[in-house]
């Protein structure tokens, strides 16, 4: 199987499909990721609660810019 360029799958603006488009699935993903890292951290595993934050933080700042970052 070959290897997908990831990037270009994603659609840079607008809604897409009936998932609501790239910022809402950024708004998703931040409340869903909000809830895994409090389980990492309560299980004292630090490192990857860390990722998970700066995964929800990113998806924050999708959410306000209004917008997804074009690659």
């Known amino acids: 199987m070959a290897a997908r360029d990831s990037r270009r799958d994603l ?9 609501g488009g ?3 699935a950024a708004s998703f993903i931040s409340e ?3 809830g895994l ?5 309560r299980h ?4 990857l609660g860390y990722l998970l934050e700066m995964a929800r933080l990113e ?5 306000r810019r209004g917008k997804p ?3």
């Open 22 to 24: 790239p910022i809402e």
């Open 37 to 41: 890292t409090q389980l990492a951290r």
């Open 59 to 63: 998806s924050d700042e999708i959410v």
């Open 11 to 19: 659609p840079t603006t607008g809604k897409t499909g009936a998932d």
């Open 44 to 47: 004292k595993l630090d490192m």
């Open 32 to 34: 869903t990721v909000a």
């Open 69 to 71: 970052e074009v690659f």
